[in-house]
């Protein structure tokens, strides 16, 4: 009898705490799903999670680049650009990228239109920023700088030839950007120069028909 008695209270127990228990569990399973980042360049594919008629290459060492053919100028060949699969809205990447003196590139995203990525997303900047002497001032073309409009707060980019590391942040209307390991803008993305700008969309790196490497490129869902 005894026996029977302890038997109902546990089963009751536990009856009460199921209902805790999966809440429990569906919030680990949530939170280990959001923790979970993608390698965008696994074993060395850069076909797998990307797309472009640009001349861009990956090496054996898992280093992307970009070599502009004869006769290509400008940014404004947006096909050309490497374009990630899928939309995003809230995310974080990180990135390695190397430019040569003078070099010049972008990091998109909240795309809505991957034919025209300057009027319908936004861009944070990729620049030769480190051969910049330390009192210039910055603006928006700047490494860590959005386009349009918006300047880094401090160049903490290194000197061309050099790898950077950047690791963006956008959630909700919030975008961060450290740039080897510094907040170098944190940018309200309801800013006059960015509120129309599309809430989520494609990623993609730029094709300015200059010399661009990439590696380590990863991103989550938040």
Request: glycine share 10%; hydrophobic share 35%.
């Amino acid at each position: 009898m005894r026996f029977r008695v302890i038997s109902q209270a546990c089963s009751r127990a536990i009856g009460a705490l199921a209902p805790a228990l999966i809440i429990c569990a569906t919030a680990i399973a949530l939170q280990a799903k959001e923790a979970e980042w993608t390698d965008l360049l696994p074993a060395g594919d850069l076909t797998k999670h990307w797309t472009t008629k640009g001349n861009w290459s990956i090496d054996g060492d898992g280093v992307v680049s970009l070599t502009p053919r004869e006769g290509e100028k400008g940014w404004a060949r947006f096909d050309a650009y490497l374009w990630l699969a899928g939309d995003y809205q809230d995310f974080e990447i990180e990135f390695d990228y190397q430019v040569q003196k003078g070099g010049n590139s972008g990091f998109y995203f909240h795309v809505g239109d991957q034919a025209s990525p300057v009027a319908k997303g936004i861009e944070v900047q990729i620049y030769d920023s480190g051969s910049k002497p330390a009192d210039a001032k910055l603006t928006d073309h700047d490494s860590g700088g959005v386009i349009p409009g918006i300047p880094p707060q401090k160049n903490n980019a290194k000197p061309a030839g050099q790898w950077n590391t950047f690791h963006i942040t956008v959630k909700g209307r919030s975008l961060t950007i450290r740039l080897n390991g510094e907040v170098v803008n944190e940018v309200d993305l309801d800013h006059p120069r960015l509120k129309d700008r599309p809430a989520t969309g494609s990623i993609g790196f730029q094709d300015h028909a200059l010399p661009l490497k990439l590696r380590k490129i990863r991103i989550r869902q938040l």
